[in-house]
């Protein structure tokens, strides 16, 4: 086991810098073709969110903006938001939280082209609209065999891999909690969280967001409460430790031995992981929902970005550097955060942490397992195939709860390198299709109008099976822009 999770590091530490490079560059693309919207159209996207949904069929309800980002959201606020950014502060020290922010900020525009190309080239599904990057590497480049590769790859990532971190987290934090050693507990705690995540994803989407609508927003609301509370208690303390992160970021101040490239590596990385920005992942949401033009969920899963790293990141960073500052050495995750906590606030700060890990961890068990099963949808549309994947899912869980700490983080880097590398190569040539959405969308906006899509406002996107003005979204987008005419005439 310990020569299997060093040869995994060994080969993540060459290939991320291959995976950042691209994550950069591509970032930056973005936000230079799009004026950078991820900025510029905040507002917008608070507006956006908020926007309710249509039919998709007669009596049957589709999926609202608001819930397409508590599926995204399910799966990005979890572990990388607690454990992750714990390891990336202690392997490489306070700068770790620069490159986070400084991810989220340029990634914020790779998941807007990304979410808005998974809407252009979403289908109609037995639920809700499915779609993400398999599809538009399909339909969009005609890559089938690579969307296929895609397919697979996320369907590992997420189901088994990711949600064996997310199992692992919160069989950590229970320990800790309660001081339980050895296998046994570990196999309680495995079973019984398999248990309960079964009892949610054999019940299909629409349980599934049913959940991740109270339970994301809910967690990450009073995780942020208890972080602003250990923020107002060092107020004093906050300017330095600003200058801390940026300083040790850009190399004015090392923090035990933990350099700068150690710093920009697990920043980027443990970011990525978080926000998932450009990893391929947010798409596979942003397609379910039922809006009347595409643009409008590229604007909402960009806003996801900020929330999950600005926030919700920046609330557990804020935690540890503030309960002492000069962190970076030995690895470690989730009992970091919860000790730091329990020395700002006071015993009750672990047993509170080790809830808010669970319901979170336990989203994003959720929200992943929907990415596998929409994946698994694109291979192959057999009821059997989803059951055994959500078999091997409670399987995966149970495992995780029972692994090495570092062989599963290293692994849910090793595959979300994968996941990033197709998709950033697949979306650089569509971009231009996102682009174009966006200027169509704003100038029915500068008219004052609700801004609706039709497939022959961009002719030049082959093989566009929805958006053909069937959708009922569509339908009360085009009688609310004819009111709004109506009323200015």
Not at 130 to 153: C, Q, S, T
Not at 394 to 422: E, N, P, R
Not at 433 to 447: D, E, F, I, S, W
Request: charged share 15%; proline share 3%; with cysteine.
């Amino acid at each position: 086991m310990t020569q299997l999770t060093e040869l995994v590091a060994s080969v993540n530490d060459v290939y991320w810098y291959g995976v950042i490079a691209l994550l950069v560059i591509a970032g930056l693309y973005f936000s230079v073709t799009t004026l950078i919207v991820q900025i510029r159209l905040f507002p917008e996207m608070l507006r956006t969110i908020t926007e309710k949904p249509s039919d998709i069929d007669e009596g049957k309800k589709g999926i609202s903006a608001f819930r397409a980002f508590t599926i995204s959201a399910a799966s990005r606020v979890g572990t990388g938001n607690v454990a992750g950014v714990a390891i990336a502060i202690t392997v490489g020290g306070p700068g770790a939280v620069f490159w986070m922010w400084l991810i989220a900020i340029i990634g914020g525009a790779t998941a807007f082209i990304e979410s808005t190309l998974a809407q252009l080239y979403k289908v109609k599904g037995k639920d809700s609209y499915v779609g993400g990057p398999a599809y538009y590497i399909r339909d969009g480049l005609g890559w089938k065999p690579v969307a296929v590769v895609f397919a697979v790859i996320i369907t590992v990532t997420y189901g088994f891999v990711f949600n064996a971190v997310q199992a692992n987290s919160i069989s950590e934090s229970v320990r800790n909690q309660f001081d339980l050693q050895g296998t046994g507990a570990g196999v309680v705690i495995g079973l019984g969280l398999a248990v309960v995540t079964g009892l949610v994803i054999f019940g299909g989407v629409r349980r599934l967001s049913a959940v991740t609508e109270i339970l994301v927003p809910v967690m990450a609301a009073a995780y942020v409460v208890v972080a602003l509370i250990v923020v107002a208690i060092n107020i004093t303390e906050v300017p330095d430790m600003i200058g801390l992160i940026v300083g040790h970021a850009l190399g004015f101040r090392e923090i035990a031995g933990a350099a700068i490239g150690a710093a920009l590596m697990q920043g980027m990385r443990r970011g990525l992981f978080s926000n998932e920005a450009g990893m391929g992942s947010v798409p596979n949401a942003a397609a379910t929902a039922s809006v009347s033009h595409p643009v409008k969920q590229g604007l909402v899963q960009s806003l996801g970005v900020y929330f999950d790293t600005l926030v919700v990141c920046s609330a557990t960073a804020f935690i540890i550097l503030l309960a002492d500052p000069e962190f970076g050495g030995d690895r470690e995750g989730i009992t970091l955060t919860q000790d730091s906590l329990a020395s700002q606030v006071g015993e009750w700060g672990v047993p509170f942490l080790m809830v808010v890990i669970f319901f979170l961890a336990f989203s994003s068990i959720l929200g992943n397992s929907y990415y596998g099963e929409a994946n698994i949808n694109f291979l192959r549309d057999s009821p059997r195939s989803i059951n055994v994947f959500r078999a091997l899912v409670l399987l995966a869980v149970f495992g995780g709860a029972l692994g090495s700490v570092d062989l599963v983080w290293g692994l849910a880097d090793l595959f979300m390198g994968f996941m990033a590398t197709i998709n950033l190569i697949a979306i650089l040539p569509l971009s231009g299709l996102a682009v174009a959405l966006l200027r169509h969308y704003l100038q029915q906006k500068a008219k004052g109008h609700n801004p609706v899509f039709h497939r022959d406002d961009l002719p030049r996107a082959r093989n566009v099976t929805a958006w053909d003005g069937s959708d009922p979204m569509t339908h009360q987008a085009v009688a609310d822009e004819a009111r709004e005419v109506k009323a200015d005439e």
